[in-house]
């Protein structure tokens, strides 16, 4: 899907350009500040103005530019146990989006990552954080909530809601949930780049425009470490996943 604007930047339009710096925006919140989970976001977003594999593939670098600056603040907090039990797991997952990356075509991906943006951004607004004790996991439940955080990372970057489904009953410390999300995420996005390139998802116009979009990456980590202990949570995600609702209630029109 084209932007019509007559103006055009390496090949995008304005409303690409405008829609693509606020995802990349949020996704930097979110991925330094709320472990991510809101990243959801940007692929559906940027799907408005463009086929949502082109979107993936420009996310990744920026993905990679933003686990760099997130690991650096978060690394030795993470639970090392639930790291070697989930990213086998996630490796796999991406195997799998791999092998079937020439059956998922645009509009596929479009009602697949519709329908996850809503269910996900449903699941979210009904949740309510209650304190307690840190629980064991299920190791089945992790190892499949893993594999699904590769499958659906590798098609939209839309690893957060699988793996919040396993990670946020745990009841981690807060440090502790941040870091071992982001470095978990980090290890995905550079499992991804080898895929990404025999598929030639790599391609010039799409690292000029993750290029152009880093600065914006940058400061949105700064500032999701900032405010990630001063902001409202609730009020932040219920924000978002009522805008992902709507981005998402969008990608299933256009694709019928």
């Known amino acids: ?32 500040g709320f472990a991510g989970g809101v990243g959801v976001v940007a692929v559906p977003l940027m799907s408005l103005f463009v086929d949502p594999r082109q979107a993936a593939a420009i996310m990744l670098p920026l993905l990679i530019c ?27 997952g991406v195997l799998i989006g791999y092998l079937l990356f020439d059956w998922l075509d645009a509009n596929v ?17 009904s949740q309510i954080k209650v304190a307690g004790e840190t629980r064991a996991g ?10 699904l955080t590769g499958f659906t990372s590798f098609v939209a970057h839309a690893g957060g809601p699988p793996l919040s489904l396993y990670m946020l009953p745990l009841r981690l410390p807060r440090e502790t949930y941040l870091a071992t999300v982001v470095i978990l995420m980090t290890g995905v996005n550079l499992v991804k780049l080898v895929p990404y390139a025999a598929l030639g998802q790599l ?48 990608l299933l029109y256009d694709a019928f």
């Open 138 to 147: 299920h190791k089945g439940w992790g190892r499949f909530c893993g594999v």
């Open 109 to 125: 991906i479009r009602v697949m990552v519709g329908l996850l943006a809503i269910l996900f951004a449903l699941w979210g607004l």
């Open 203 to 250: 391609k010039t116009d799409n690292l000029a425009a993750a290029l152009v979009l880093m600065p914006l990456a940058f400061v949105g980590v700064k500032l999701g470490v900032k405010l990630q202990a001063r902001i409202n949570d609730k009020l932040f995600y219920r924000l978002i996943y009522t805008a992902l609702i709507l981005i998402g209630i969008k």
């Open 1 to 32: 899907m084209s932007d019509p604007s007559v103006f055009q930047f390496l090949g995008f339009g304005p409303g690409f350009w405008l829609v693509a710096a606020l995802a990349v925006f949020i996704t930097g919140v979110s991925k330094s």
């Open 66 to 92: 933003m686990d760099f600056f997130s690991v650096r603040i978060w690394y030795g907090k993470q639970d090392k146990r639930q790291l070697k039990l989930l990213f086998p797991a996630t490796v796999i």
